[in-house]
């Protein structure tokens, strides 16, 4: 990893709550997607949107996390090469690899989810399109998103 890791590491454990918001927020969009399109009674199904939203919670908060830090060692290495390693520590990089994290998983999620939901099951009943499409999303990206790091 980069330069900076004990730094970021604790730049997201920080910014934890806020990242657990970002996750839980993108999370419950799809609820109403789902409430509108497939007019399901969001109390009816109460139990399975909250079991399917805190599980895709917990893994969009750990994606975020993985695509923080690859983020970071790309502007690292990029920069590493040109010589700008001091400007760096300085400039505070951390939020930005954070920030892009949060877009662009948010930005796949969101496509992954439509895409599923819309065209792959949309023969399926409500709930279970809901299940499938948001499980099978959140765990694609988990997979993604760990795909660069080196443990």
């Known amino acids: 990893m980069g330069l900076n890791e004990e730094q970021l590491d604790t730049l997201i454990k920080k910014q934890s709550k806020k990242l657990l918001t970002y996750a839980f927020t993108a999370s419950c969009a799809h609820l109403y997607m789902y409430h509108a399109i497939f007019e399901l009674p969001l109390v009816e199904y109460a139990p399975?949107?909250?079991?399917?939203?805190?599980?895709?919670?917990?893994?969009?908060?750990?994606?975020?996390?993985?695509?923080?830090?690859?983020?970071?060692?790309?502007i690292l290495t990029n920069n590493t090469k040109q010589g700008k390693v001091e400007k760096i520590k300085k400039t505070g990089y951390e939020n930005y690899a954070i920030a892009v994290s949060v877009l662009f998983t948010n930005s796949v999620f969101f496509t992954?989810?439509?895409?599923?939901?819309?065209?792959?099951?949309?023969?399926?009943?409500g709930p279970n399109n809901y299940v499938v499409s948001v499980g099978l999303a959140t765990t694609l990206l988990t997979l993604g998103s760990t795909h660069h790091l080196d443990y």
Do not use: E, H, M
């Not at 819309?118 to 009943?125: D, W």
């Open 48 to 74: 399975i949107f909250v079991l399917v939203t805190l599980f895709s919670t917990v893994l969009l908060k750990i994606i975020y996390r993985n695509f923080a830090i690859t983020a970071f060692d790309r």
């Open 112 to 125: 992954i989810v439509i895409l599923i939901g819309s065209f792959f099951f949309s023969t399926t009943s």
